[in-house]
């Protein structure tokens, strides 16, 4: 039988990159998955269900969170977020790294309920690079930007209560990062596997 997996969560302020390294994380090493995080939100253009998010209802989402079917959640610029627990432990009982990518909050409730996990957070190189990013992206105004880039400010202030700290000026090496953190730990974890 082989080891579990490892528990990762990543977090990061909205437009530092966590997409794209979870993107070029899952490209390198195929024994690491990303959990599929449930919504409320609207589907951006592109965004599949069940492949990007599992998009629910508001009221479907309420009566998961009464089911206590959520190993987290959190409620976002309006929007519900959660990590289904049925869908995280299935996977690390295979074997399989996951990556949760979720906002500060929702990694608070999983500091929690889950000491085990690895906590990763995503630095931009600076808050300037960070608004260029947002802007580069073209789906939000002005007012929303301003909004995301006070939260960032507040959700980089819980950098330090993570196991690590990585800046995402170049997303090769921020995977390169990542990769070497699972592989410490689990070395430290399975000696000899």
Not at 36 to 42: E, L
């Amino acid at each position: 039988m082989s080891d579990p997996g490892l528990l990762l969560i990543l977090s990061g302020p909205s437009g530092v990159g966590k997409g794209t390294v979870c993107k070029r994380l899952l490209q390198t090493d195929a024994n690491t998955t990303v959990s599929v995080s449930a919504t409320t939100r609207q589907p951006r253009q592109g965004e599949v269900d069940g492949e990007h998010y599992h998009f629910l209802t508001k009221e479907d989402f309420l009566h998961r969170i009464a089911g206590n079917e959520f190993l987290e959640w959190a409620e976002v610029f309006g929007n519900y977020y959660g990590t289904l627990k049925s869908e995280v432990d299935r996977q690390l009982n295979a074997g399989k790294n996951v990556i949760l990518e979720i906002d500060v909050q929702g990694a608070m409730q999983i500091k929690t309920a889950c000491p085990h996990g690895i906590f990763v957070f995503i630095l931009p190189p600076s808050l300037e690079e960070l608004e260029n990013r947002i802007r580069l992206r073209a789906t939000e105004n002005d007012a929303n930007i301003s909004m995301r880039l006070a939260k960032a400010e507040e959700e980089i202030g819980y950098a330090k209560k993570y196991d690590y700290q990585i800046v995402n000026d170049d997303v090769d090496r921020a995977v390169a990062q990542i990769l070497g953190i699972i592989a410490a730990e689990k070395a430290k974890r399975f000696p000899g596997a």
